[in-house]
């Protein structure tokens, strides 16, 4: 089992250097590159110069280009992702205090995502072809389509508004005073504020994994060990809860990796709506600065996010299903 | 040409003894057949229908939503303003619109009429070709001749001071960047008989720029889409055919590219290249290729063991020839279905984008910039702003959405069964 999760990691190393290849040379090759945030007027000659310096002297540019890549690759490695422009910090620190709140906006997302697509799959292929498939379809397929910036600034127009229903809180991650709350109220305030934006970023994606389940039940249902058990006599609550059920989970766990990518650009836009202080929001208003090493952070840390997700996936997966092999 | 009524020598001897709708049946050409399917299905007609409208919108919105009069009395002179002020993008938008809609026309009566599937499939690439032809001719000669018209006269003000005569305005008064004078104090208006969705931040009329955002919307969504089908099917054909190293090599790459979260490279593209629309097409297109390209592989790695694909070869066939000439009009059929989801997802991207404020540069309207303008719905709630916009998108990418499914389930009949 060790050997195979070292394997699947070394696999994922050609994949991680053309990643860092790829956003280092788009960055690289940028036009305008030593003048970037060059757009904040109130800049002065003198602070622009430093900007460029600062820049210059983080990409290398006076060393060739192979070497300017494994120095900013040693550099990233050894966390070092360069200085924002717009906040004078490191984008590092930056980064470190935006990633858990995104994080577990994604972990909850998934979480919700799998408890309703399941069932519904579930659903769907016990009553295939009658109303109720037919209509899950539709409505997942609509849910699809609805466009997360006006789902988002609905729900917070109705639900948020201290004007209309109010019963949620209209942004951020926490309430203003924090001091006076226990752990476990803390936790609830917590978990109240992210209500909303959890619903806004897991509605879009019951439409692919309740397909899948339903299909993945589908095929099973056709198998012989399916006709084995209904000629055992046994009731079909248990042959499609027991058996055909537990089967059709298997392809459920690899549809976790692809996910990810999904639900870390949707928290762009809900972090944005929500105004929640979170990595999605941080390289949104970098972006208007042209404050380019926060953007090829974040990009960066979402590439390796989702490899990782790829890696649990696929090692959930080994662990799941017997018939895989280890070598 | 020929009547239904001639002895055919093609006809396959195994329907000797059908009557004459089944060996119709029989002479359909394959689109025909998959179109009949996905006619068949009333959802799939009320998408395409809706999908139809938005085009027609797109084509037709200046002479809609326009501050400039089809024809007024001017000083003693009749004048023209509103088709002297067409741009250049409405003419060529216009020109397509007309061949389009002439070449559906030539698709639609050859459809009915009973010849031969080959000719008729000859002809309707022909005529297909001549008109792409004429379209790229025209409107390359608009680009070069015509320079669009800077009119400095405002017509709701002459129209109130009585110097228009028999004037004749089009429905809506308002163009998309028209704005109420700064001093009349008409911003974030509610809607009235004026402005029958409101204004919004400038003084725009809401109605006038969420008709006119349909343009941005089709351009963006066909033409990245254009991009990113180009990309795709050109890289999945050369993995596909070349199994093997290459084959490897470039299907890291695509995951390299997956592995990025779409919108952070949209950001990262958009925050180096900045936002004209033309780099906003650009950008959405490369950014959208990947899907295609699997498609492509999957279905080349199918074909090129096919025997047409050996006697390609034999015959000593340069390479793009086979490939682009030969393989590719047989490999594209499950492509058609990601084509309509992409457009699906390039509005998307696109209304993300500018909601984010870093779409396409204002004053162009876009449902997503409208939304943003709609304001912090936790403190004041514009409705008029915020509910239009993204019904529209919803509905767009709903019935692009509808399409692609209904596609899909016409295309594959196995699916076809599951429902």
Redesign the interface.
Known sequence: MLMYILRRILLMV??LI??TL??FC??RF??GLTTAGGAMAENSRQAQQAIEEKIKKRLHLDRPLIVQYFLWLNDTVHGNLGESIQYNAPVAQLIKERLPITLTLNLLSSIIVYLIAIPGGLLASIR??KSF??AW??VT??L????????G??L??VF??P??LGWFP??GAHATSTEWMTSGSYAGDFLWHMVLPVICLSYGQFAYLSKIQR?AM?DNLGLDYVRTARAKGLPPSVVTLRHVFRNSLLPMITLFAGL???L???S??VE??F?IKGMGDL??T???A???PI??A??LI??II??IC?LITDICYALADPRVSYD | MTNETRPSETRPSGSVGLAPHEDALLRRTYWAVVGRSYWRGH?NRIATFFILLIALLTIIVPFLANSSPYIAVIDGHREFPLFRNLTRVDWIWLLWGFLASFFALIFWRTGKRNIEIEPLRAQRLRWGLALAAVGILLSTGIVLFKNDYLDSRDYHQLARAGELHNAVFPPLRWGFSDQEPLDANRLYETPSREHFLGTDSNGRDALARLLWSTRIVLEIGLISEIIALTIGAIYGAFMGYFVGKIDILGM??V???????????L???????GRQLFMIMVIIGVTGWTGIARFVRAEFLRIRQLDYVTAAKSLGLPLPNILFRHMLPNGLTPVIVTFTFGV?GNI?SE??LS????GVEPPTASW?AM?DQ?G????V?R?WL??P???M??LT??AY??TG?GLRDAIDPRTNK??
């Open positions: 050609p994949t053309g990643m790829l956003l788009v960055v940028a036009p295939r072809g498939d037919i379809s539709f397929l609509a699809f389509s609805l466009p997360i910036i006006w789902v600034d609905m917070l127009a948020g508004n004007n209309f209209v942004g299909a589908l990810i990518p999904g870390l650009g949707g762009v836009v944005h709506i105004s390289v949104v970098a972006t208007s042209r404050d380019l953007v090829q974040v990009a979402g590439s989702t490899l790829l | 959802l890291r790459f995951e390299i590219v997956e592995a990025i979260p779409l919108l952070f490279l950001i990262t593209f958009v925050a180096i290249f699906a998307v209304s993300i909601f984010l404020g870093i997503g939304l709609a912090n719905p936790g403190e709630f409705w915020a509910f916009p993204g019904l998108i919803f990418v709903f959405n509808i499914e599951t429902i």
